[in-house]
């Protein structure tokens, strides 16, 4: 199962909107709504930041909002912060392998 | 507090095997399908594979990359999961991921902190 292609890398300027996308393909993204984003800061472990395509989890900040259409699942950052800069990874369920994660896209805040 | 606690990684010789542990708390343990996910350094998060709960038999899925070489298992009674990790290669150097996938759901959380598997000679 090949990984969900998403960009090596975003940026913006603090205040601006970024949105990172994720594509897959009918078996993964475009086959069902189980779409999840997790950030990742260096050295440490992963941190959920949307489920199910576009739900936030309790304590995340509303600046950050999923979508999906056909095989592509996108998140957008809004409002850019100094602590968004990251590394962003998107996770499909997939009729294959049961999950798969995308190459991971590095957020640098300007 | 919702926890998830790897240990057993270390500096393994290619060929040999290891094996980690992932001690859980704060959450019906049994209830949950745990997982395992490593990321070599500097490089992207890679689904391992997961074992779901005794109502589902506690079926197993793994990755292709280590499909008949690494072995999931949990113990309810001590809330822990395990992956024994045999043959291991060069390319399997990573720092492995515990995380949990509560009933019902389609999300990984919590993640633990992680545990450095070296595979060198």
């Known amino acids: 199962q090949s990984a969900l292609t998403q960009p090596a890398s975003v940026s913006g300027s603090p205040g601006q909107s970024i949105t990172i996308s994720c594509t897959g393909t009918?078996?993964?993204?475009?086959?069902?709504?189980?779409v999840s984003w997790y950030q990742q800061h260096p050295g440490k472990a992963p941190k959920l930041m949307i489920y199910?395509?576009?739900n936030r989890p309790s304590g995340v900040s509303n600046r950050f909002s999923g979508s999906k259409s056909g095989n592509t699942a996108s998140l957008t950052i809004s409002g850019l912060q100094a602590e968004d800069e990251a590394d962003y990874y998107c996770n499909s369920y997939t009729s294959t392998t049961a999950w798969v994660f995308g190459g991971g896209t590095k957020l640098t805040v300007l | 507090e919702v926890q998830l606690v790897e240990s057993g990684g270390g500096l393994v010789q290619p060929g040999g095997s290891l094996k980690l542990s992932c001690a859980a708390s704060?959450?019906?343990?049994?209830?949950?399908?745990m997982h395992w996910v490593r990321q070599a350094s500097g490089k992207g998060l890679e689904w391992v594979g997961r074992?779901?709960?005794?109502?589902?038999?506690?079926?197993?899925t793994y990755g292709a990359s280590v499909k008949g070489s690494f072995t999931i298992s949990r113990d309810d009674s001590k809330n822990t999961a395990y992956l024994q990790m045999n043959s291991l290669k060069t390319e399997d150097t990573a720092v492995y991921y515990c995380?949990?996938?509560?009933?019902?759901?389609?999300?990984?959380?919590?993640w633990g902190q992680g545990t450095l598997v070296t595979v060198s000679s």
């Open positions: 704060g959450f019906t343990f049994s209830d949950s399908v």
């Open positions: 995380t949990r996938q509560a009933a019902g759901t389609s999300w990984f959380d919590p």
């Open positions: 074992i779901r709960g005794r109502a589902n038999s506690y079926a197993t």
């Open positions: 199910e395509v576009s």
């Open positions: 009918s078996r993964d993204i475009g086959g069902y709504n189980y």
